[in-house]
């Protein structure tokens, strides 16, 4: 029962680390908004839209204006740096260079400290993750990238969504300072459903500027493949684990049929069939392994919520988010735990079912 009670719990923790990162990505985004980006860029960081390109897009018929007239449309630049982690070690980090109507845009980020960052100043703010995850990133600290040094003039949270691994600046303070002459993508907010769809036609049939517009949740959705490693690496190590915790349920077996011989012995003599004998056989070893299960996803309960980051093959920075076990994952952990149990006591029980009668009340 412990050993398939550690396999489901390690089962249980890795497939939380996928389900955490898928979640993350997923609610990311506003389903108002679309985000442009080059034809044929996998990423925000690597598309390269001009400014010119981008005043064309934000003249477009159909975007919704701010009160002051301005078109809610944020150019945006992407830029890895890379900054020492608190424990030990650096890593890259994605910072976002916002437009004006940049926060507009994502109502559920929310400054939680400090005051939003200046246009045309060296200022950022940083996610609530990032700060409690890097050196230099906290409330009034600063830290160096690009030609000079940025001062953390707020704290963000942006919901447990992938813009909690990032740094907001000012985009045209970003270009300056990392010698960007571009910038990496467009996040407009459509009229209406309609104007959103006529936008998105009109972009992507435009031959001179070669742009593609998404749903910004599209978009974030198509980025849930950063976790697939993870989900792999997770049923691998499992079925691995699994053939040991299968071979540890079968010796249980096998020894309690050799210390309960004389009873299957007269069991058979009072009458009761082989497939009784063999049924009783599985269905304890089902039991002793369903026990496994419920002990394994006990274990793993205490790592949920416990923030941690890992790497993120379509922008190469890291990406943070949080453990996450559901009712279904650990559902899913029991099942395994069957499955083994199951695999476990198949042959014992057959050994079980056709030991001879006399044999048996011999033992």
């Known amino acids: ?5 550690l396999v ?16 993350t990505f997923v609610t990311t985004g506003d389903a108002r908004n679309l985000l442009v980006i080059r034809k044929g860029a996998l990423a925000e960081s690597s598309s390269q839209i ?18 002051q007239g301005e078109p809610m449309a944020s150019a945006e ?30 109502p559920y980020v929310k400054l939680v400290e400090g005051r939003m960052f200046q246009p045309g100043k060296r200022e950022c703010i940083v996610s609530r993750k990032l700060a409690k995850r890097f050196q230099h990133c906290r409330l009034g600290e600063s830290f160096e990238a690009g030609k000079g040094d940025w001062k953390v003039v707020g704290i963000f949270d942006a919901q447990k969504s992938a ?5 907001w600046m000012d985009a045209d303070e970003a270009r300056e300072a990392f010698n960007r002459s571009f910038f990496c993508s467009v996040a407009i907010r459509p009229e209406s ?39 792999v690496f997770g049923i691998c190590l499992a079925a691995i684990m699994s053939v040991g915790a299968s071979f540890s349920a079968m010796n249980t077996m096998y020894a309690s049929i050799g210390r309960r011989a004389r009873e299957i012995g007269t069991l058979r003599v009072l009458g009761f ?32 919520g416990i923030a941690t980051g890992t790497f993120n093959w379509a922008t190469f920075a890291e990406v943070a988010f949080e453990y996450r076990i559901t009712p279904e994952l650990m559902s899913w952990g029991i099942m395994f735990a069957l499955l083994m149990g199951l695999l476990g006591a198949l042959l014992p029980a057959r050994a079980a079912a056709r030991k001879p009668i006399l044999e048996a009340l011999r033992a």
Do not use: W
């Open 163 to 167: 813009f909690e691994s990032e740094i």
């Open 193 to 231: 459903d309609a104007a959103a769809r006529k936008l998105r036609d009109t972009i992507e049939n435009d031959r001179q500027t070669r742009l593609r517009a998404f749903s910004e949740t599209e978009y974030y959705q198509d980025q849930v493949k950063t976790a697939r490693p993870l989900q």
């Open 273 to 304: 069939k082989r497939r009784s004998i063999y049924l009783s056989f599985v269905i304890e070893s089902l039991m002793i392994a369903a026990a496994g299960g419920v002990l394994g996803c006990i274990l793993s309960l205490p790592l949920h």
């Open 50 to 67: 001009t400014v010119d390109h981008v005043r064309r897009t934000s003249a477009l018929d159909g975007i919704q204006r701010t009160p």
């Open 77 to 106: 630049v992407i830029v890895l740096i890379t900054l020492p982690r608190r424990s030990s070690g650096t890593a890259h980090v994605q910072v976002r260079g916002l437009g004006p109507p940049g926060l507009q845009l994502r």
């Open 1 to 5: 029962m412990i050993c398939i009670g």
């Open 8 to 23: 489901v719990a390690v089962f249980v923790m890795v497939m939380a680390l996928a389900r955490g990162l898928v979640s």
